[in-house]
């Protein structure tokens, strides 16, 4: 038996008109609608917090002219560290000023923020929480996630990195209840790794993935998209991949490619340039998720982990 040929169009069903799983809870002033517009920012951070920050803060009326009701930044959006430890050196608590600023800027703008990546203290002062934090439109944190995989490579034809020495690991999947659908938090090269992603899916209820980053230059050019599309057509979720693009530095450059992706695997947003600042747009249409999902029911067909215990033995 082969797998019956059909296009993402032919997954669209016309007729459904059921609501997405979201319930909004007291407080809410956003109801979940049949689709919902989201915007993911691509940027060139460097070492200033105050620059950076101008520049978070033009995106985000870019955004909201486009009628985008969620911004995604990519990894390290407020800080990268020219020299060792001057990113250890700017970390503190979420309740600190850089990220009550944030916090502001998203009030300030009725919109909701994820911000990948941020420079959290860790429990002491030789090691952070590379953490991805979740803003609603009211200026709170709604859900915060620590990198669970840390990127300890030599990267063949590019540099040595070790994340481990100054970073702690996180333990928690984290997944969010939101306007936007349930969202999944990760962090770059958590990427690779889509065991993470299965149970943010399977386990977790997921629909839009969220994947924050700041890719090499060789290892983008190599697997960023490939990656990306796998996540988003092996879970049928959108996946949205703001990314840190250009040279931050004299040692430091990321590969860029800001990407939305729908459940099919289709790229639907794609900032044109590499290394350019700006946004890119696109629409979750919940309508798209659930008709893959019913029409390809692979969350029916997943074998249990006592199934691949046996079959290892």
């Not at 809870?25 to 049949?34: E, I, K």
């Not at 090269?189 to 299965?198: G, I, S």
């Not at 943010?200 to 209820?205: D, E, I, N, S, Y």
């Not at 919940?286 to 982990?305: A, C, G, W, Y």
Request: charged share 25%.
């Amino acid at each position: 038996m082969v797998e019956a040929h059909f296009s993402p169009t032919d997954l669209i069903s016309k007729s459904r008109t059921r609501a997405p799983p979201y319930v909004p809870s007291s407080g809410d002033s956003t109801m979940a609608v049949n689709s919902v517009r989201v915007a993911a920012a691509q940027m060139t951070s460097i070492n200033d917090l105050a620059t950076n920050y101008a520049t978070c803060a033009r995106l985000v009326k870019e955004a909201a002219s486009a009628g985008a009701k969620l911004l995604c930044y990519p990894e390290n959006f407020s800080f990268v560290g020219a020299k060792e430890g001057e990113s250890l050196r700017i970390a503190e608590p979420l309740d600190g000023p850089i990220m009550k600023r944030y916090c502001a800027l998203a009030r300030e703008s009725n919109m909701w923020l994820s911000l990948g990546g941020f420079q959290e203290r860790g429990s002491d002062d030789a090691h952070l929480c590379n953490s991805h934090v979740l803003i609603d439109d009211a200026g709170k944190v709604r859900s915060t996630y620590k990198k669970m995989h840390l990127f300890d490579v030599d990267v063949p034809g590019g540099a040595v990195y070790k994340e481990s020495n100054f970073t702690e690991a996180g333990k928690e999947i984290v997944a969010v209840d939101s306007p936007f659908g349930r969202l999944g938090l990760t962090v770059c090269y958590d990427l690779r790794f889509p065991e993470l992603y299965q149970r943010l899916r399977f386990h977790h209820g997921v629909q839009v993935l969220l994947v924050p980053a700041a890719f090499t230059k060789v290892t983008g050019e190599a697997h960023w998209e490939v990656l990306l599309r796998a996540r988003a057509i092996e879970t049928q979720c959108y996946v949205i991949a703001a990314a840190q693009g250009g040279k931050h530095s004299e040692k430091r450059e990321s590969f860029g490619d800001t990407l939305i992706i729908d459940p099919w695997g289709t790229v639907i947003g794609r900032l044109p340039d590499r290394a350019s600042t700006g946004i890119v747009v696109a629409d979750i249409d919940f309508s798209l998720i659930e008709s893959v999902r019913t029409k390809m029911p692979i969350s029916q067909h997943r074998m249990p982990i006592e199934f691949w215990k046996q079959a290892s033995m």
